[in-house]
Protein backbone atom coordinates (compact mmCIF):
# COMPACT_ATOMS: atom_id res chain seq x y z
CA UNK A 1 0.00 0.00 0.00
CA UNK A 2 2.71 2.66 1.59
CA UNK A 3 4.57 2.09 -2.57
CA UNK A 4 1.04 2.33 -4.46
CA UNK A 5 0.59 5.73 -2.14
CA UNK A 6 4.79 7.11 -2.79
CA UNK A 7 3.82 5.72 -7.01
CA UNK A 8 0.90 8.02 -7.22
CA UNK A 9 2.34 10.91 -5.63
CA UNK A 10 4.95 10.63 -8.14
CA UNK A 11 3.03 10.72 -10.65
CA UNK A 12 1.01 13.36 -9.25
CA UNK A 13 4.18 15.76 -9.16
CA UNK A 14 5.30 14.52 -12.95
CA UNK A 15 1.79 15.71 -13.55
CA UNK A 16 1.67 19.23 -11.82
CA UNK A 17 5.58 19.84 -13.07
CA UNK A 18 4.55 19.33 -16.63
CA UNK A 19 1.18 21.54 -16.51
CA UNK A 20 3.05 23.71 -14.80
CA UNK A 21 5.70 23.92 -17.33
CA UNK A 22 3.13 24.26 -19.68
CA UNK A 23 1.74 27.39 -17.96
CA UNK A 24 4.93 28.95 -17.83
CA UNK A 25 5.80 28.79 -21.49
CA UNK A 26 2.45 30.18 -22.24
CA UNK A 27 3.35 33.23 -19.81
CA UNK A 28 6.20 33.36 -21.40
CA UNK A 29 5.18 33.39 -25.03
CA UNK A 30 2.37 35.76 -24.47
CA UNK A 31 3.89 38.45 -21.95
CA UNK A 32 7.12 38.44 -24.99
CA UNK A 33 6.15 42.11 -25.46
CA UNK A 34 7.15 42.70 -21.93
CA UNK A 35 10.29 40.05 -21.62
CA UNK A 36 11.97 40.71 -24.51
CA UNK A 37 12.83 44.31 -23.55
CA UNK A 38 13.63 43.08 -19.59
CA UNK A 39 15.70 40.17 -20.85
CA UNK A 40 17.65 42.88 -22.94
CA UNK A 41 18.02 45.77 -20.29
CA UNK A 42 18.83 42.79 -17.30
CA UNK A 43 21.81 41.48 -20.13
CA UNK A 44 22.69 45.31 -19.65
CA UNK A 45 23.10 44.95 -16.08
CA UNK A 46 24.87 42.26 -16.03
CA UNK A 47 27.69 43.71 -17.76
CA UNK A 48 27.38 47.45 -16.22
CA UNK A 49 26.43 46.67 -12.59
CA UNK A 50 30.18 45.78 -11.67
CA UNK A 51 31.33 49.06 -13.29
CA UNK A 52 28.61 51.05 -11.67
CA UNK A 53 29.77 49.56 -8.22
CA UNK A 54 33.34 50.77 -9.11
CA UNK A 55 32.45 54.12 -9.83
CA UNK A 56 30.71 54.60 -6.52
CA UNK A 57 33.31 53.07 -4.53
CA UNK A 58 35.52 55.98 -6.23
CA UNK A 59 32.97 58.88 -4.82
CA UNK A 60 31.33 59.56 -8.52
CA UNK A 61 27.89 60.75 -7.77
CA UNK A 62 25.68 57.94 -8.76
CA UNK A 63 22.94 60.24 -10.66
CA UNK A 64 26.18 61.39 -12.51
CA UNK A 65 26.93 57.78 -12.87
CA UNK A 66 23.62 57.03 -14.61
CA UNK A 67 23.20 59.96 -16.76
CA UNK A 68 26.53 59.80 -18.02
CA UNK A 69 26.26 55.83 -18.77
CA UNK A 70 22.76 56.31 -20.33
CA UNK A 71 23.30 58.66 -22.68
CA UNK A 72 26.40 56.57 -23.82
CA UNK A 73 24.40 53.73 -24.17
CA UNK A 74 21.25 55.45 -25.72
CA UNK A 75 23.70 57.29 -28.58
CA UNK A 76 25.74 54.26 -29.20
CA UNK A 77 22.85 52.30 -29.97
CA UNK A 78 21.23 54.58 -31.99
CA UNK A 79 24.03 55.57 -34.20
CA UNK A 80 24.00 51.31 -34.50
CA UNK A 81 20.48 51.41 -35.35
CA UNK A 82 20.87 54.07 -37.96
CA UNK A 83 23.72 52.44 -39.43
CA UNK A 84 21.65 49.06 -40.18
CA UNK A 85 18.47 50.55 -40.91
CA UNK A 86 20.68 52.65 -43.48
CA UNK A 87 22.32 49.44 -44.85
CA UNK A 88 19.23 48.11 -45.25
CA UNK A 89 17.83 50.73 -47.25
CA UNK A 90 20.48 50.24 -49.76
CA UNK A 91 19.74 46.95 -50.18
CA UNK A 92 16.40 47.41 -50.43
CA UNK A 93 17.19 50.26 -53.64
CA UNK A 94 19.42 48.04 -55.08
CA UNK A 95 17.54 45.11 -54.59
CA UNK A 96 15.92 45.32 -58.07
CA UNK A 97 19.12 44.74 -60.42
CA UNK A 98 19.59 41.80 -58.66
CA UNK A 99 16.22 40.61 -59.16
CA UNK A 100 16.74 40.38 -62.71
CA UNK A 101 19.74 38.35 -62.73
CA UNK A 102 18.23 35.82 -60.13
CA UNK A 103 14.89 35.57 -62.50
CA UNK A 104 18.03 34.75 -65.58
CA UNK A 105 19.23 32.54 -63.56
CA UNK A 106 16.52 30.40 -62.78
CA UNK A 107 14.68 29.96 -65.80
CA UNK A 108 18.36 28.71 -66.94
CA UNK A 109 18.33 26.32 -64.43
CA UNK A 110 14.74 25.29 -64.90
CA UNK A 111 15.45 25.14 -68.82
CA UNK A 112 18.90 23.11 -68.53
CA UNK A 113 17.17 20.60 -66.09
CA UNK A 114 16.43 17.21 -67.60
CA UNK A 115 14.14 15.33 -65.10
CA UNK A 116 12.70 12.39 -65.75
CA UNK A 117 9.53 13.22 -63.96
CA UNK A 118 6.99 14.66 -66.23
CA UNK A 119 5.22 16.31 -62.92
CA UNK A 120 8.21 18.35 -61.69
CA UNK A 121 8.95 19.29 -65.48
CA UNK A 122 5.60 20.63 -65.31
CA UNK A 123 5.95 22.25 -61.92
CA UNK A 124 8.78 23.86 -63.30
CA UNK A 125 7.12 24.71 -66.32
CA UNK A 126 4.69 26.87 -64.80
CA UNK A 127 6.51 28.69 -62.21
CA UNK A 128 5.92 32.64 -63.03
CA UNK A 129 9.56 33.17 -61.82
CA UNK A 130 8.96 37.61 -62.53
CA UNK A 131 6.42 37.06 -59.95
CA UNK A 132 8.66 34.74 -57.32
CA UNK A 133 11.58 37.14 -57.36
CA UNK A 134 9.26 40.57 -57.91
CA UNK A 135 11.42 43.26 -56.10
CA UNK A 136 8.44 44.66 -54.74
CA UNK A 137 7.51 41.25 -52.54
CA UNK A 138 11.20 40.84 -51.74
CA UNK A 139 11.80 44.22 -50.65
CA UNK A 140 8.36 44.14 -48.86
CA UNK A 141 9.52 41.03 -47.19
CA UNK A 142 12.71 42.39 -46.04
CA UNK A 143 11.04 45.90 -44.80
CA UNK A 144 8.32 44.29 -42.46
CA UNK A 145 11.03 41.70 -40.83
CA UNK A 146 13.39 44.64 -40.18
CA UNK A 147 10.30 47.16 -38.38
CA UNK A 148 10.28 50.44 -38.71
CA UNK A 149 12.82 52.85 -37.28
CA UNK A 150 10.41 54.44 -34.86
CA UNK A 151 9.33 51.02 -33.71
CA UNK A 152 13.14 50.19 -32.71
CA UNK A 153 13.64 53.75 -31.04
CA UNK A 154 10.91 53.13 -29.20
CA UNK A 155 11.93 49.80 -28.21
CA UNK A 156 15.59 51.34 -26.89
CA UNK A 157 14.04 53.55 -24.71
CA UNK A 158 11.94 50.87 -22.90
CA UNK A 159 15.22 48.93 -22.54
CA UNK A 160 16.79 51.96 -21.10
CA UNK A 161 14.01 53.07 -18.60
CA UNK A 162 13.97 49.36 -17.57
CA UNK A 163 17.75 49.86 -17.39
CA UNK A 164 17.28 52.89 -15.24
CA UNK A 165 15.42 51.66 -12.25
CA UNK A 166 17.79 48.46 -12.49
CA UNK A 167 21.37 50.27 -11.45
CA UNK A 168 19.20 53.15 -9.67
CA UNK A 169 18.58 50.85 -6.73
CA UNK A 170 20.02 51.95 -3.81
CA UNK A 171 19.47 48.33 -2.90
CA UNK A 172 19.72 45.37 -4.86
CA UNK A 173 16.55 43.28 -5.05
CA UNK A 174 18.59 40.45 -4.44
CA UNK A 175 20.09 41.99 -1.50
CA UNK A 176 16.71 42.93 -0.55
CA UNK A 177 15.46 39.34 -0.52
CA UNK A 178 18.58 37.77 1.41
CA UNK A 179 17.72 39.80 4.08
CA UNK A 180 14.66 37.98 4.33
CA UNK A 181 15.72 34.68 3.89
CA UNK A 182 17.93 32.29 6.80
CA UNK A 183 22.18 32.52 6.71
CA UNK A 184 22.41 29.38 4.57
CA UNK A 185 19.44 30.00 2.08
CA UNK A 186 20.64 33.72 1.89
CA UNK A 187 23.93 33.02 1.20
CA UNK A 188 23.08 30.07 -1.67
CA UNK A 189 21.10 33.16 -2.99
CA UNK A 190 23.89 34.93 -3.14
CA UNK A 191 25.84 32.51 -4.94
CA UNK A 192 23.59 31.91 -7.60
CA UNK A 193 23.18 35.59 -8.04
CA UNK A 194 26.91 36.04 -8.58
CA UNK A 195 27.17 32.98 -10.59
CA UNK A 196 25.01 33.81 -12.84
CA UNK A 197 26.07 37.87 -13.17
CA UNK A 198 29.91 36.35 -13.57
CA UNK A 199 28.60 33.76 -16.61
CA UNK A 200 26.45 35.88 -18.24
CA UNK A 201 29.19 38.62 -18.15
CA UNK A 202 32.24 36.53 -19.10
CA UNK A 203 30.07 35.28 -21.83
CA UNK A 204 29.28 38.78 -23.21
CA UNK A 205 32.40 40.37 -23.26
CA UNK A 206 34.15 37.36 -25.52
CA UNK A 207 31.04 37.18 -27.75
CA UNK A 208 30.96 40.61 -28.81
CA UNK A 209 34.90 40.74 -28.84
CA UNK A 210 34.52 37.62 -30.88
CA UNK A 211 31.62 39.43 -33.67
CA UNK A 212 33.96 42.70 -33.78
CA UNK A 213 36.41 40.81 -34.63
CA UNK A 214 35.04 38.85 -37.05
CA UNK A 215 32.76 41.03 -38.66
CA UNK A 216 36.13 43.07 -39.23
CA UNK A 217 37.90 40.03 -41.03
CA UNK A 218 34.75 40.02 -43.05
CA UNK A 219 34.52 43.20 -44.11
CA UNK A 220 38.61 43.01 -45.43
CA UNK A 221 37.76 40.09 -46.86
CA UNK A 222 34.85 41.68 -48.84
CA UNK A 223 36.46 44.98 -49.37
CA UNK A 224 39.29 43.50 -51.11
CA UNK A 225 37.11 41.04 -53.20
CA UNK A 226 35.05 44.31 -53.93
CA UNK A 227 31.38 42.79 -53.48
CA UNK A 228 28.62 45.00 -52.82
CA UNK A 229 27.25 45.66 -49.36
CA UNK A 230 30.21 45.68 -47.47
CA UNK A 231 28.40 46.94 -44.42
CA UNK A 232 25.21 45.60 -44.60
CA UNK A 233 26.82 41.79 -44.98
CA UNK A 234 29.50 43.10 -41.85
CA UNK A 235 26.64 44.23 -39.51
CA UNK A 236 24.84 41.14 -40.10
CA UNK A 237 27.77 38.70 -39.85
CA UNK A 238 28.13 40.53 -36.55
CA UNK A 239 25.11 40.40 -34.76
CA UNK A 240 24.77 36.95 -36.56
CA UNK A 241 27.71 35.66 -34.61
CA UNK A 242 25.62 35.72 -31.21
CA UNK A 243 23.85 32.85 -32.28
CA UNK A 244 25.94 29.54 -31.70
CA UNK A 245 26.36 27.35 -34.47
CA UNK A 246 23.98 28.31 -37.37
CA UNK A 247 24.80 32.27 -36.64
CA UNK A 248 27.60 32.31 -38.29
CA UNK A 249 26.81 30.09 -41.68
CA UNK A 250 23.54 32.18 -42.81
CA UNK A 251 25.87 35.27 -41.79
CA UNK A 252 28.09 34.20 -44.39
CA UNK A 253 25.69 32.64 -47.03
CA UNK A 254 24.33 36.40 -47.91
CA UNK A 255 28.12 38.07 -48.80
CA UNK A 256 28.33 34.89 -51.05
CA UNK A 257 25.30 35.02 -52.64
CA UNK A 258 26.01 39.09 -53.31
CA UNK A 259 28.91 37.88 -55.05
CA UNK A 260 27.44 35.07 -56.90
CA UNK A 261 25.12 37.16 -58.18
CA UNK A 262 27.61 40.20 -59.37
CA UNK A 263 29.93 37.87 -60.84
CA UNK A 264 28.54 34.20 -61.48
CA UNK A 265 30.67 30.66 -60.77
CA UNK A 266 34.49 32.39 -61.00
CA UNK A 267 37.43 32.00 -59.13
CA UNK A 268 36.56 35.12 -57.28
CA UNK A 269 33.61 33.70 -55.81
CA UNK A 270 35.43 30.71 -54.36
CA UNK A 271 38.30 32.71 -52.66
CA UNK A 272 35.82 35.19 -51.22
CA UNK A 273 33.44 32.11 -50.52
CA UNK A 274 36.79 29.75 -48.72
CA UNK A 275 37.94 32.77 -47.15
CA UNK A 276 34.73 33.37 -44.97
CA UNK A 277 34.37 30.08 -43.84
CA UNK A 278 37.81 29.44 -43.01
CA UNK A 279 37.39 32.50 -41.43
CA UNK A 280 34.41 31.39 -39.39
CA UNK A 281 36.00 27.84 -38.92
CA UNK A 282 39.13 29.24 -37.24
CA UNK A 283 37.54 31.83 -35.24
CA UNK A 284 34.44 29.68 -33.40
CA UNK A 285 36.83 26.37 -32.94
CA UNK A 286 40.14 27.82 -32.16
CA UNK A 287 40.29 31.56 -30.71
CA UNK A 288 36.61 31.37 -28.92
CA UNK A 289 36.72 28.25 -27.11
CA UNK A 290 40.33 29.41 -26.26
CA UNK A 291 39.45 32.44 -24.51
CA UNK A 292 35.80 31.68 -23.30
CA UNK A 293 37.07 28.35 -22.08
CA UNK A 294 34.58 26.24 -19.93
CA UNK A 295 32.57 29.31 -18.44
CA UNK A 296 29.48 28.30 -19.85
CA UNK A 297 29.58 24.19 -19.52
CA UNK A 298 26.36 23.65 -21.67
CA UNK A 299 26.03 20.60 -23.97
CA UNK A 300 26.14 21.27 -27.75
CA UNK A 301 23.38 19.79 -28.01
CA UNK A 302 21.45 21.32 -25.09
CA UNK A 303 22.97 24.67 -27.05
CA UNK A 304 20.88 23.39 -30.28
CA UNK A 305 17.71 22.98 -28.24
CA UNK A 306 17.64 25.96 -26.42
CA UNK A 307 18.44 27.60 -29.77
CA UNK A 308 15.28 25.93 -31.18
CA UNK A 309 12.82 26.60 -28.35
CA UNK A 310 13.80 30.19 -27.36
CA UNK A 311 13.80 30.85 -31.39
CA UNK A 312 9.92 29.58 -31.41
CA UNK A 313 9.16 31.03 -27.97
CA UNK A 314 10.85 34.19 -29.28
CA UNK A 315 11.78 34.48 -32.76
CA UNK A 316 15.30 36.25 -33.86
CA UNK A 317 15.81 37.74 -30.39
CA UNK A 318 15.19 34.55 -28.75
CA UNK A 319 18.30 32.98 -30.02
CA UNK A 320 20.36 35.59 -29.21
CA UNK A 321 19.45 35.23 -25.72
CA UNK A 322 19.13 31.34 -25.76
CA UNK A 323 22.59 31.14 -24.63
CA UNK A 324 22.34 33.48 -21.57
CA UNK A 325 19.38 32.32 -20.55
CA UNK A 326 20.18 28.64 -20.88
CA UNK A 327 23.17 29.10 -18.64
CA UNK A 328 21.50 31.12 -16.18
CA UNK A 329 19.04 28.35 -15.79
CA UNK A 330 21.66 25.82 -15.25
CA UNK A 331 22.82 27.54 -12.39
CA UNK A 332 19.74 27.98 -10.88
CA UNK A 333 19.01 24.10 -11.58
CA UNK A 334 22.27 22.72 -9.94
CA UNK A 335 21.16 24.97 -6.64
CA UNK A 336 18.08 23.04 -6.52
CA UNK A 337 18.67 19.52 -5.01
CA UNK A 338 15.74 17.55 -7.68
CA UNK A 339 17.08 19.57 -10.59
CA UNK A 340 20.50 18.25 -10.14
CA UNK A 341 20.60 15.18 -12.59
CA UNK A 342 18.93 18.16 -15.17
CA UNK A 343 21.71 20.17 -14.35
CA UNK A 344 24.10 17.40 -15.00
CA UNK A 345 22.58 16.59 -18.47
CA UNK A 346 23.10 20.25 -19.86
CA UNK A 347 26.73 20.04 -19.02
CA UNK A 348 29.34 19.64 -21.04
CA UNK A 349 31.52 17.12 -19.03
Known amino acids: MADRNQGGLFFLKVFCAFFAAIFFIFVLKELRQILIPFCIALLFYFMLNGMVRKMVAWKIPKTLIMIGLLLVIFVSLYLLGLLIFTGVSSFIDNFPAYSDKITRMAKSLSDSLKL ?24 AMVSSTMGSFTSFIGNLLLVLLLLLFMLGEKIPMVTRVIKTLSRERGEELQRIETAINARVQHYLFVKTLMSLLTAALAALILLVGRVDFVIFCSLLIFFLNYIPTVGSLIGTFFPVMFTFLKYGFCLRLVVITAGLMVMNFVMGNFFEPLVMGKSLDLSPIIILLSLIFWGWLWGVVGMFLAVPLTSSLKIIFESIPTLKPLAAAMSAE
Request: glycine content about 0%; charged content about 30%.
Open 116 to 139: PIIDVKKYIANINWEKTFDPEQIT
